[in-house]
């Protein structure tokens, strides 16, 4: 039965190390790849459910016992992988997958955004936050700009794990993909965000619970996109039955 879940074991083990250990903080850019692999190719629902409780569960202990106590806890990080859970077979591989990024980047923006869910979400990029060699990068992108570059890294270290045969690697749509993601995800946030720090980053802001100006297109992005693919998905399963054309649903 243990066999079952090691998928979610690996991954639980590498959030566990990488927030406990904070010289492992690398760990973090493949530590939710085997949860997503095993999340977008196994359609046993209540053994992914019982494993993102396990990861979660091992994510939030090792921030109770780091070396500062949180305040914050991975509820709504949770919750992000179960809707992926809830609608990927609706959604599809491509939309469920996009779908998870913005779930999961939306349940960070409500942390910052209503002081209510603050101690209910956790920023995947926490372990950057203390890195001096990290923080000019971090005044350009911003704690949401970090989380989505770090889950990308996972998404890709997920996807080549998916596959047998290196060889057969379709790089270059794969490529254009990852392209288009930093296009939408770090380009625009960066070109649109009013006040942009992107001329000044030598001036490292004060990190607290404001969000970046270069954050605040990425998280407007990530709540419409979230609550987009959410109606959409309601509306593919009230009418799962129909027998309409479903070629733009």
């Known amino acids: 039965m243990l066999k079952n879940y090691r998928p979610f074991y690996q991954s639980a083990a590498l959030l566990y190390l990488s927030e406990i250990v904070p010289a492992l903080f690398l760990l973090k850019f493949l530590a939710l790849a085997p949860l997503i692999l095993e999340l977008r190719q196994s359609g046993k629902f209540n053994r992914n459910l019982i ?14 016992l780091g070396d500062e106590l949180s305040s914050s806890y991975p509820v709504l990080n949770g919750l992000a992988l179960v809707l992926y859970l809830i609608s990927k077979e609706r959604l599809g591989p491509q939309r469920s997958s996009l779908a998870l990024l913005f779930f999961w980047l939306s349940a960070e923006g409500l942390a910052y955004s209503f ?71 770090i380009i625009f946030p960066l070109a649109l965000s009013p006040q942009s720090t992107i001329d000044a980053i030598s001036d490292y802001p004060s990190y607290d619970l404001k969000l970046l100006p270069a954050d605040l297109f ?32």
Do not use: C
């Open 51 to 64: 494993g993102i409780f396990l990861t979660m569960s091992a994510w939030s202990l090792a921030l109770f």
């Open 115 to 185: 002081t209510f869910f603050e101690n209910w979400s956790h920023p995947y990029s926490q372990a950057l936050f203390d890195l001096q060699y990290a923080k000019n990068w971090l005044s350009i992108t911003g704690f949401l700009g970090a989380s989505f570059w770090l889950l990308l890294l996972n998404y890709f270290a997920a996807y080549l794990g998916s596959k047998q045969d290196r060889s057969k690697l379709n790089w270059p749509a794969l490529l254009k993909g990852f392209g288009l993601l930093i296009l939408l995800g």
């Open 218 to 249: 990425l998280q407007r992005m990530a709540y419409f996109l979230a609550f987009f693919l959410l109606l959409f998905f309601i509306v593919k399963y009230i009418l799962r039955n129909s027998k309409r054309d479903d070629r733009f649903t």
